[in-house]
T-cell receptor
């Protein structure tokens, strides 16, 4: 079955630690996106990538980093520089350049203890 | 300026009632796409519809219907004969030309269907 997987579903981290969230897709999509969701805030774009080995900052990139070494994978690292990392993180992908809908993964809920 | 406005933060209706979720957007592009997504309690966003700016025909899919009016920059979503399974957060979204396929989401409307 084609789709997007995110792992883990729940993640707990101590303050000051970096943590990496996984996102994998087997839809052969070029473009991938990371969003952060907070209650009442909707989805805010963190980083996105339209092609392997290239990515751009979204609206709230500070305190986050990404890599895109393979087409299928777009991991997100939440660094200790992120002031309020507790949130729900969603990964999405789409066919680039076609105004298509984005397909979403099940999300990772990160809690900083 | 907010590009996608969903003024209704939360709505509660009794099962079998009809309910309309409002969406107002803002763009200077003549070519753009509008979307609706559903986010059930599980958290994953589910795509419902995509509509391009040149197609103002209303769309119906089962109990769901969408009303697109360019004159008022609105793309409203109606659920007819609501069911408890319709309880979710619904997001309206906009994609503009030459924006790297980025989608701008509204803040969402939380819909409660009461049995």
């Amino acid at each position: 079955d084609g789709g997007i997987t995110q792992s883990p579903k729940y993640l707990f981290r101590k303050e000051g630690q970096n943590v990496t969230l996984s996102c994998e897709q087997n839809l052969n999509h070029d473009a991938m996106y990371w969003y952060r969701q907070d209650p009442g805030q909707g989805l805010r774009l963190i980083y996105y990538s339209q092609i392997v080995n290239d990515f751009q900052k979204g609206d709230i990139a500070e305190g986050y980093s990404v890599s895109r070494e393979k087409k299928e994978s777009f991991p997100l690292t939440v660094t200790s520089a992120q002031k309020n990392p507790t949130a729900f993180y969603l990964c999405a992908s789409t066919v680039a350049g076609a105004y298509n809908e984005q397909f979403f993964g099940p999300g990772t809920r990160l809690t900083v203890l | 300026a907010q590009k996608v406005t969903q003024a209704q933060t939360e709505i509660s209706v009794v099962e079998k009632e009809d309910v309309t979720l409002d969406c107002v957007y803002e763009t200077r592009d003549t070519t753009y796409y509008l979307f609706w997504y559903k986010q059930p309690p599980s958290g994953e966003l589910v795509f419902l519809i995509r509509r391009n700016s040149f197609d103002e025909q209303n769309e119906i899919s089962g109990r769901y219907s969408w009303n697109f009016q360019k004159s008022t920059s609105s793309f409203n979503f109606t659920i007819t004969a609501s069911q408890v399974v319709d309880s979710a957060v619904y997001f309206c979204a906009l994609s503009e030309m030459n924006r790297d396929d980025k989608i701008i989401f509204g803040k969402g409307t939380r819909l409660h269907i009461l049995p």
